[in-house]
């Protein structure tokens, strides 16, 4: 008897993920087209949070839209909130005082901070340690969170910068409270350290997977972590140095591989360094005013426009302002780094496997409110 | 509230700055400025302070996009953060390409690009370049007519582009000739015909939802049930 020789038929399947799914850190959809366990496209879907939060500033006077920015990304809200401000500041012309200055970078720091501990804490999650790395992440930004609500009166929606400066003083004990809390941070960062860094599932899941070259990654519009774990030394702070950053010293961390990994260390050193910025500038805190003298009652800019960007959690946060004069912009974009960010999710997933998906994913970091905005 | 109703009582300020120098951004607010005249000091310092249209320092940004581009027309002044340098929509594809490729350039970091609509004036373009080696970034401007917003696409030059050029097709209906894959990213699927941050397009009216305030329109969009009791307050209400 003779049997037929056939090859063996194959067919690439379409899996859908998301949108309501735990690990798209929040409401993200993604078509992954597999063949076998390698996956051969991504098809991502946004636009679920889209709120028109562009349209509704057009419609807002510029200390109402500062709520806004909170709403975008909503883990680093001070760098936000400082983007704008700085753009709103440099259109109106607000010279802002120093001790507003050094309140603003030790509050932007420690948000990075606590923006940090979250991505770990998630990250850990998304490569299967469950829910240790999610408490001690957690458990260490509730420190600061706490500064944060004794200083603003809010937990996440903070609005405490203005055009100008910050809108009220920080409390008495502020300086104290903020001492108290580095040691803690400090060793919250060494536990994750002892629980991920070296942990050997960890580098296993994460090494060589989602890989993007510094090239690639300039031209995909990368910034922040994901641009320095390619190894491109590149940081607003020290580069185009905004603020009062030039007086600190701290240094920029930058990967080798451009991994998985790499982005994960990159963010662990970017907290120490970040620590070490606010202790410099708790030392230097000056006294005075928090406002200018001159603060108009109604912010009116003249027409003009102009682009301001920090260097936010996740990378390059911009607000671009164009004004025909009056209290309102008559267009402000957004350019959020999760956005630019997200947008590289194809290169940097196809030729992985499918379950390393969801590491890359988790890698980028993503806020799903400053995607769509 | 529309554009043309909020303009007169906020062009206070605008009113020295006119007069010193030609404004490029705004010249269908020009006759509504005129009789808003009082000024406060302070204010008219800012306004006239503020550069519209400063040459650009030589030497710089638009000095080398003049040197490596010599045959393109463009107008280049000084911004509040950045050089703004405009350009015919036709010569995007040449300008970008030698922008990201030519060493003396080297502006290899696309930012953003998002569009402004400007009302009969047509529709804006503005890309954000950035040199992650050279100490210089320019902000580059074209204008399309508003009856045939197209402009070609960056997606080719850069990958960046890809996203920005479909919110900003989502948001505008511009058409970036070239691109490849131009389908709704931010708005649904079978959103391809309205384009929510044209100025042709207010947002709705304010409506009070709580307790004796409900809103004018709460009855006639039928949030109401008729018959419930609650039609008659709903009217007085409004006030």
Redesign the interface.
């Known amino acids: 008897m003779v049997t037929e020789e056939r090859e063996l038929e194959t067919v690439d399947l379409n899996i859908n993920m998301g949108p309501q799914h735990p690990s798209t850190h929040g409401v993200f959809r993604m078509v992954l087209t597999i063949d076998g366990e390698v996956v051969t496209d991504v098809e991502p879907h946004?636009?679920y949070m889209?709120r028109?939060g562009?349209?509704?500033s057009e419609?807002m006077d510029f200390r109402q839209a500062i709520g806004y920015q909170d709403r975008t990304d909503y883990l680093a809200q001070f760098l936000n909130e400082q983007a704008y401000c700085m753009a709103v500041e440099?259109?109106?012309?607000l010279e802002v005082p120093e001790r507003s200055e050094y309140i603003r970078i030790i509050l932007c720091e420690l948000n990075r901070i606590t923006s940090h501990f979250m991505f770990a804490g998630a990250f850990g999650i998304d490569l299967g340690f469950f829910g240790t790395s999610f408490t001690y992440g957690f458990r260490e930004r509730e420190f600061i969170q706490d500064i944060f609500e004794e200083v603003s009166g809010d937990r996440l929606m903070y609005g405490y910068f203005r055009p100008g400066g910050v809108v009220w003083d920080v409390p008495d004990n502020f300086v104290q409270r903020v001492r108290e809390v580095l040691p803690k941070s400090k060793q919250g960062i060494k536990d994750l350290d002892l629980l991920l860094t070296d942990n050997e599932i960890f580098v296993a899941r994460s090494r060589g997977v989602g890989v993007i070259s510094g090239d690639?990654a300039?031209?995909?519009?990368l910034s922040g972590p994901m641009l320095r774990a390619s190894g491109?030394a590149?940081d607003l702070r020290k580069?185009r140095s905004y603020s009062i950053y030039n007086r600190f010293d701290f240094d920029i961390p930058v990967g080798d591989y451009g991994d998985v990994y790499d982005r994960y260390l990159v963010r662990m050193e970017e907290m120490r360094q970040s620590i070490r910025i606010v202790e410099q500038a708790l030392e230097q805190l000056p006294d005075g005013p928090i406002l200018p003298e001159?603060m108009?009652r109604k912010l009116?800019a003249?027409?003009?426009?102009?682009?301001?960007?920090v260097e936010g959690a996740r990378g390059?946060y911009?607000i671009?302002v164009?004004s025909?004069?009056?209290?309102?912009p008559?267009?402000l974009?957004i350019?959020s780094p999760s956005?630019?960010n997200l947008?590289?999710l194809k290169?940097m997933t196809v030729g992985n496997y499918v379950a390393d998906a969801v590491a890359i994913l988790g890698s980028v970091d993503i806020v799903l409110c400053d995607v769509?905005r | 509230m529309s554009e043309q109703e909020k303009s007169p009582e906020d062009s206070g300020g605008e009113a020295p700055a006119e007069a010193g120098e030609q404004k490029a951004e705004a010249p269908a607010e020009a006759p509504a400025e005129a009789p808003a005249a009082e000024a406060k000091p302070a204010r008219a310092e800012k306004a006239a302070a503020a550069p519209t249209k400063e040459p650009p320092p030589p030497g710089g940004i638009a000095d080398l996009l003049k040197e490596a581009l010599p045959d393109i027309q463009m107008e280049a002044y000084q911004g509040l953060s950045s050089v703004i340098v405009e350009i015919a929509r036709d010569d995007i594809s040449t300008v970008m390409r030698a922008a990201k490729d030519d060493p003396r350039l080297d502006l290899k970091f696309l930012r953003c690009l998002f569009g402004v609509d400007h009302l009969e004036e047509g529709f804006e373009v503005i890309y954000q370049l950035l040199s992650l080696t050279k100490d210089h970034e320019v902000t580059i401007k074209t204008r399309l007519p508003q009856a045939d917003p197209k402009v070609a696409s960056v997606t080719p030059v850069w990958n960046a582009a890809n996203w920005h050029e479909r919110e900003t097709r989502d948001m505008f209906g511009i058409d970036f000739e070239g691109h490849p894959h131009l389908v709704p990213l931010l708005l649904p699927e079978d959103m391809t015909d309205h384009f929510p941050l044209r100025k042709d397009n207010p947002l709705a009216p304010v409506e009070e939802w709580q307790g004796e305030l409900l809103g004018e329109h709460m009855a006639s969009a039928g949030h109401i049930p008729a018959g419930s009791g609650f039609e008659v307050e709903a009217e007085a209400g409004g006030e």
């Open positions: 946004i636009g889209h028109g562009e349209k509704l419609n440099k259109l109106l012309g690639d300039i031209d995909w519009g491109v590149w580069d001159k108009p009116r003249p027409a003009s426009e102009v682009y301001a960007a390059e911009g671009y164009v025909k004069g009056g209290d309102k008559y267009r974009k350019r956005f630019c947008s590289a290169t769509d």
